[in-house]
């Protein structure tokens, strides 16, 4: 899955790992990258050529750097 914010690719290959079970109760999460966004509205999309994976939410936090 590729990661682009604002058109511009900035994390290739993420969500690749298995994250448990379809049940919220047993999913995991895990880090995949830092992203700078600029000030304002920033668009996000993912993009995959294959199977696409189930996602169930994001998070984001913010970096006082």
Not at 14 to 30: K, P
Request: charged share 15%; proline share 2%.
């Amino acid at each position: 899955l590729d990661v682009y914010i604002n058109d511009k690719l900035v994390l290739e290959n993420a969500l690749g790992d298995t994250t448990g079970c379809w049940e919220f109760t047993c999913q995991r999460s895990f880090y995949q990258g830092v992203v700078t966004l600029a000030k304002g509205f920033n668009r996000l999309t993912i993009h995959r050529s294959s199977y696409f994976p189930h996602i169930s939410g994001f998070t984001l936090y913010v970096s006082s750097q």
